[in-house]
Every structure is written in structure tokens, then in C-alpha cells.
């Protein structure tokens, strides 16, 4: 039987489709999150995923994707999915108060918890960008240490 051309554009367009497709899945990922320390139960944590130093860490509207998380056992949990592979930071802050802010006190030091990607030691301010930067074609899982001051 021979295959005419009709048949043959046919099967050649869902190769090149299929093809495409697993191509695609290999550039988007999962990035699974787990905050640690939580000093209570109490409230929620926000988890906020950026992809450039704009706004980090504290501008969630500059974050590309956002989490709010229930506390158990002092520990929060999430997940983002579909993400596109590339370069990232999370940061985090334990809204105690559920109100949607960190509390600071009046020179700006927070009263709930946060931290960030790749644990990076406390220093004068919030921690920038690139010290919490991880690719996610090397890491997808990360543990974030709540730290409280």
C-alpha cells in the first residue's frame, strides 16, 4: 500500500510536534520548597519566587510567583510548578499576624520571620539577589532556615 503525500505531511507534522513537546518539558521544571525553624504555628508563610534582583526580597510585586502557606509543626511546605528553567530566588517571611506584611520595628529590623534561598549569613539589611540565586537545572529542592531577630 503505498503511503501518499497527504499521509506523509501528516506524519511527518506529529513527529516534528511530538518532538517539540519533549523538548519543552525538558526547559520547565518544579521547584519544591521547605521552610524550617517556624518559631510558632501561628499564621502562614509567604513564599515568593523572583528572577532578577528587582524588588528582592521584600517587593512581592515584583515576584514572578507568589505562596501563601499553611504552618504544621513549625514547618511550611509548597511547591511551584511549570516554572521555566533558569535562575531564581525565593524569599520568605512568617506572617504571624496574617496581615500580608512583615512587621519591622521602627529603624526597619523584622519582627517575623524570614530568610531566603541558600541560607545567606545574616548581615546589615536584607540579603541581596545574587547571594540567594540558585539554577534550576542544578537545584530544584530547596530548605529555607526561618531566622527571627
Known sequence: MPIHSKQLIV????????????????????ISVKVIDLRNNDGKVGVTLFNS?????????NAIDKKYVEINNKT?????ENVPQGTYA?????DEDED???ETSFI???????GSSNNPKSRMGPPRYRDCVFD???IQDLEIVMKYF
Open 11 to 30: 506524519l511527518f507534522l506529529i513527529l516534528l510536534f511530538s518532538i517539540h513537546g519533549f523538548a519543552q518539558n525538558d526547559s520547565i521544571t518544579t
Open 53 to 61: 534582583d528587582e524588588g528582592f526580597p521584600s517587593e512581592y510585586e
Open 76 to 80: 511550611a511546605e509548597t511547591i511551584f
Open 90 to 94: 525565593i524569599a520568605v517571611y512568617h
Open 100 to 102: 500580608g506584611e512583615i
Open 108 to 114: 526597619g529590623i523584622p519582627r517575623e520571620g524570614v
Open 136 to 138: 534550576t537545572r542544578q
